[in-house]
Structure formats: C-alpha cells, structure tokens
C-alpha cells in the first residue's frame, strides 16, 4: 500500500447543516490527494452526518463541553499531528483546534474576532454571513491551499433492508419538525398537505429525530392523516436512503432537506425569516462558486424548489417576529398548502414528461 501522501484534519464544530456541506471540501481534498489521510472533526451527535462517506479516513467527535482534564488529553493527542488543519466554520473553538492539530492552519473568521483567534490561522478568509451560500464559503479555504473545489454535497448512507411496506407504490417524504420553533411550518399545515397527496396516491412517510419534543409533534400529525411515521425510527444515513427513493421531498430549512437535496430526490424547501443565499439547500447538480438562490421570492434550480413566504419583511434575517428562537414566523404560518401543491403538480408534470 501506499503511504498517506500528507494528513489533513477538517474541522467543523456546528450543526448537522454546516457539517453536510462542508463535504465538498473534504471530497475536494480527496480528488487532489488520493492517498491523504482525512479526518473530520465535529461535535459529539452529528457523526452521523457523514456515515458511509468514502472520503473520510475518521470522524473525531469532540463533546461540546468538557473538563479540563478531558480537553488536556484531546490536547495531547491531537498536537501537530496533521500537516493542514482547516476549518469551514467561523468559531474560535475551530480556530484553537487547528492551531492545535496542524503544522499549517488555514480558516475562517470575522470582522469582530478577537485579534488572538485570528492569528491561529496561518492562513485565512473573511467570513460573510449574508451574500456567500455555505458551500462556497467553506471552498473558499481551498483557495488559500491551491486545492481544486468541487461542488457537489456527498450525503450519508446506510445501505442494508428497506422497509417493504415502502414498495407498494409511490411515496412522499416530510420532514415537519426544524431544530427552531421560528423554522415551522403548522401541524394543520402538513395534516392538510398529507391529505392532499393521498388524493393523488401518494403516501406520505414522516422523518424526525429522537428529541421526545419531535417525536410527540411528529406523532400528533401521524395521528391525525394516517401517514407513515418513522420519526426517532431512522439514523441520517437511512433517512438519505429512504429520501433517496422517494418521488417527492418537503421540508423546512433543516439538516434534513439539505441531504434530500444532495441525494437528487425533487425537493421542495420551506423558508421564512432564513436567508436562502447563505442556506438555501444546494441542488445536486449545480456547479458554481455563486449562491443557487436569490435573497427575496420563490425560485426552482435543478431538483430543488424554494418556496418562500410572503411579506416585506421577508427574509429579515432573524429568528422569527419575536427575534428568538422559540418564536412564530408569520410568513410561515401564512404560507398555505396551495402554494406547496401548486409545486408539487408542477413536479409531477416534468416526472410524467421524463417516462
């Protein structure tokens, strides 16, 4: 066998979004050196996000708090021991840690960060947080390396059975339950698009973590249309797979919609106050450094349509009209299934073109 040609660690230690799309990178590293180690750092519970992915040699999951002791011995165990550490993500606990593992860093930070945090990088890039999608902004540390980008976000996959209750005609996915109540789209919203499908034939299955506050809401919506619910049933690598399969995907701006989107199932993204330039879920076959997405309206591009609520204060930006993370959003709450099946027909019309 050949040696490791350099070893490289990528850190992102952030959510299950930020993690997923900073696989272009790591598959863009994997392309220019075949034979480099790679490992991955990312928080304690988001492992999971790049289960199956054939570009990781390992995942380092850190816990997200510590004692010093615990973090002593991460020290130690981690201390120059990657040529290249680089991180994705704008944090000084990513920063600390790539100045830490690799003989050469190479990063993110902003504006406001602390003179000191900046210069852990040997290498770096302003971050901006409103005009540059994700994606493109996790490639841009590859500039600062001379690496080649590639564009494509690789999702988790489990592989093995699938459900056989699951063959008998076509079915939809719905993701119903964001991390933040600002992100929701109502109970009675997705009860009504769920009978709505069914009077087409389509079944609709029900995905979800295992919080017990996502799984009660997740149950109420089963509870009242007859779907399928898999909530707290399937890791995010089986959740990719049974996307994978389906005819439709209909989610709010979650980790969830970003892998239908990646494993090219048609997918419909439900936005409100998020800013869809920065986090409009990335179509599977688009190929540039500029954002898919427009910052105001609804847009489609390839297999992904953005479905935006209404309002002139859409996107502000913020976490819902009470500016915290338990909030409403009013442009949610008025986005009506009308303008989810108007999309969904839509859909329809270009899969019956392609038989």
């Excluded at 991955?40 to 002791?69: K, S």
């Excluded at 009013?330 to 009506?336: A, G, Q, R, V």
Aim: proline share 6%; hydrophobic share 40%.
């Amino acid at each position: 066998m050949r040696p490791y040609s350099k070893r490289y660690l990528v850190v992102c230690t952030l959510r299950i979004g930020d993690v997923l799309l900073t696989t272009p990178v790591i598959h863009a590293i994997r392309l220019a050196d075949p034979t480099a180690q790679i490992d991955v750092m990312v928080l304690r519970g988001i492992e999971g996000t790049l289960e199956g992915n054939p570009d990781i040699n390992r995942v380092i999951a850190i816990p997200h708090r510590a004692g010093f002791f615990v973090r002593l011995k991460e020290i130690l165990g981690l201390w120059r021991r990657y040529d290249v550490a680089l991180s994705t993500v704008s944090s000084d606990r990513a920063r600390w840690y790539c100045f830490i593992a690799g003989k050469m860093s190479a990063g993110l930070y902003n504006t406001h960060t602390a003179w000191l945090s900046v210069r852990l990088l040997d290498k770096r890039v302003l971050f901006d947080d409103i005009h540059t999608h994700t994606v493109s902004m996790g490639l841009q540390v590859l500039d600062l390396l001379g690496i080649p980008k590639f564009y494509h976000v690789i999702p988790p996959a489990a592989g093995g059975s699938f459900p056989a209750e699951l063959s008998k005609g076509p079915y939809a996915v719905l993701h119903p339950f964001p991390k933040f109540s600002y992100k929701m789209w109502s109970q009675e919203h997705w009860i009504a698009l769920i009978d709505e499908l069914a009077r087409q034939g389509i079944r609709s299955v029900l995905t979800g973590g295992p919080a017990p506050e996502e799984m009660k809401y997740v149950e109420q919506i089963a509870k009242n249309s007859g779907a399928t619910n898999l909530c707290g049933a399937l890791s995010l690598a089986k959740t990719a797979d049974l996307i994978s399969r389906a005819i439709l995907f209909v989610g709010p701006d979650t980790g969830v919609t970003h892998i239908a989107a990646a494993v090219g199932t048609p997918t419909i993204a439900l936005f409100g106050p998020s800013n869809p330039v920065k986090w409009g879920p990335w179509p599977s076959s688009y190929a540039r450094d500029e954002s898919p997405w427009h910052m105001k309206g609804s847009q489609q591009v390839g297999n992904v349509s953005l479905i935006q609520g209404e309002g002139d204060c859409v996107p502000c930006r913020g976490e819902g009209c009470e500016k915290n993370r338990t909030s409403y959003s009013k442009c949610l709450d008025e986005l009506t299934v009308r303008r989810v099946m108007v999309e969904i027909d839509r859909i329809k019309a270009g899969q019956s073109d392609e038989i």
